[in-house]
């Protein structure tokens, strides 16, 4: 795969003093789907927009398919499709004329056979001659989605693309993310769900005050920061561990009544065996245990609450 | 050139047109009408002849003009602030698409109802009253040189308003009085000299000047002066929207 956004070194400070973007370097490779996570006012949302043209780049250097984004912006804006966050729609317009108007918007010949399969596909086909005020806000969604790929962009930005939406939709808008995806298409998304990106994306980035703490395959980051533990719940409530118990890093919990046991998934040695036995001999008798695993979520909050 | 972009924002915005017709073409009609009633009319039949033309003739040239002036001022600065607005924007700042060809979609439709919307008007005097027109190749040209200039001054109105009220400052506050000031229901000359010498610093009046003479062949001002205010008028504005992009006034951060 090659990079299709490059990014390097860019910064971006507004005119009221803030600075949202603080020398950022990213390559997003072809065909991947790339979430970028990061709490409110992170500065997602600005850097999806000077990639998209909307703000203009402080310092540093974009690139989209090899194109610079300000000398050579028709070439790098005409590959790009964006859901923005807001729902925003001329709501007097209806659903046929405003995807078409975005076509055209974008410098491609009208072509309603693409534009009809673009509709069924969204679900969108049997409202095409609504007007935008008619239709529910799953709906209007679905609509600047259609609107992003109408020019049929190699790379689709979706910002925060399931906030307010149902769960029917969302897990509609993931299988249309995945069917882009093998047509080649790279995905950009920003999310709030990290639900959603632990489902979907390929390679997670995580920014901070404008600043890219973390970029890692969502594979590779699981492994690497995930951790598992088993919790044990006693039968007796246990005031204080015995020395025995010590070298296990044992952890208690509900005043006594569990046991919590960290341990790396992916050594081979887990210790539960050794645990377990070791309980035993202690004289502590289980009700309960289950084991558990660290969602993209935990390694999330932790890796902002730490830093990298 | 992004031709598909041009013909996408032009069709876009004329299509608002048609969806607002009795906005856009049929108030601005009916208001014109009721002047030739009252003025043309009423009050007219009973003036003498200015510059050997009738009354209700005369003012026909003033009163597209003032429509003229007014809707594209109207139609220009709705057309961009609406999206602006309504956050719709986006799509248009992240099209591929220049700046120019940006002005040439939202100015060309702005300006195409104000000629519309002028030749309706001049039909319409046509009922009211006679009249002929001495040079029609010029009055065209000017009604096209008028709507488009004025139409680029709406679409900088657009872009510098952050409110609807500011919106209506600039064709109700200004455009209206400086036209009813300007001469069109009247010949400057009809007015004392100290006034005649006040009114030439009204841009407005070369406009009319210059139209009323490519109807009856006389001007309150020279015509050549008037075709060349215009034209720097039009300059400005250029220049204006030209530095509006460059440094993405009220449009980017």
Known sequence: MSAIIHIDQLGKTYSSGHTALSDISLDIQEGEIFALLGPNGAGKTTLISIVCGIVNPGSGRVLVGGHDIVRDYRASRGLIGLVPQELVNDVFETVWATVSFSRGLFGKKPNPAYIEQLLKELSLWDKRDAKLIELSGGMKRRVMIAKALSHEPRVLFLDEP??????????????????????????????????????????IGIIRKGELILVEDKAVLMQRLGRKELILHLKEPLSALPDSLVPFRLERIEEGHGLRYPFDSQDEDSGIPRLLTALAAAGIELRDLKSKESSLEDIFVSLLKEGV | MNLYAIRAIYLFELARTWRTLLQSI??????????????????????????????GAFIVP??????????????????????????TIYEVLSAPISPLEIVIGYVGAAATKSVILGVVILLTARLFVDFEIAHPVWMLAYLLLTAFTFSLFGFIVGLWADGWEKLQVVPALIVTPLTFLGGAFYSISMLPELWQTITLFNPVVYLISAFRWTFYGVADVNVALSFAMTGVFLVACLAVVSWMFRTGYRLKN
């Open chain 2, 62 to 87: 003033g009163l597209i003009m003032l429509a003229l002036l007014t809707e594209s001022i109207s139609n220009a600065s709705f057309g961009i602030y609406m999206p602006r607005y309504a956050g």
């Open chain 1, 162 to 203: 399931t906030a307010g939406v149902d769960v029917e939709l969302r897990r509609d808008m993931w299988a249309m993310v995945r069917r882009l995806r093998e047509r080649g298409v790279t995905v950009i998304l920003t999310t709030h769900y990290i639900e959603e990106a632990e489902e979907m994306a390929d390679r």
């Open chain 2, 26 to 55: 049929a108030t601005p009609v009916i208001s014109t009408s009721l002047y030739f009633v009252v003025f043309g009319s009423a009050i007219g039949s009973s003036m003498a002849q200015v510059h050997g033309v009738s009354y």
